[in-house]
């Protein structure tokens, strides 16, 4: 007994989707020191002084930036991992992730 249904056709061609990418925010807030953010960012986030200092200074203007975008599992790994040393600090400061549009 043979199962067609399970067979491809021939010359058809099977296509893996990419995985969804989730956006990591840094929400901003008035307690948490610019120097321990910027640390933070390049820890966790691979970024030099001049990436970090710009992305922690967009967040204090805007109230929220974009630090980078990754699969949702990294993503989320991610900005748990930055939000636990925060807190591990005693300080307010969050990680958030999103879907990227």
Same mark, same amino acid.
């Given at each position: 007994?043979?199962?067609?249904?399970?067979?491809?056709?021939?010359?058809?061609?099977?296509?893996?989707? *990419?995985? *969804?990418?989730?956006?990591?925010?840094? +929400?901003?807030?008035?307690?948490? %020191?610019?120097?321990?953010? +910027?640390?933070?960012?390049? #820890? $966790?986030?691979?970024?030099?002084?001049?990436?970090?200092?710009?992305?922690?200074?967009?967040?204090?203007?805007?109230? +929220?930036?974009?630090?980078?975008?990754?699969?949702?599992? +990294?993503?989320?790994?991610?900005?748990?991992?930055?939000?636990? #040393?925060?807190? #591990?600090?005693?300080? %307010?400061?969050?990680?958030?992730? $999103?879907? $990227? #549009?």
């Amino acid at each position: 007994m043979t199962d067609n249904a399970t067979k491809l056709a021939p010359g058809t061609k099977t296509r893996t989707e *990419r995985p *969804r990418l989730y956006k990591v925010l840094l +929400v901003n807030d008035d307690f948490t %020191p610019r120097e321990f953010v +910027v640390a933070v960012l390049k #820890a $966790e986030f691979r970024m030099s002084d001049d990436e970090a200092f710009k992305v922690m200074l967009t967040a204090h203007q805007q109230g +929220v930036c974009v630090v980078a975008v990754y699969p949702r599992d +990294v993503a989320e790994t991610k900005a748990t991992r930055a939000s636990d #040393a925060a807190k #591990a600090h005693g300080f %307010p400061l969050r990680f958030e992730t $999103e879907p $990227e #549009a």
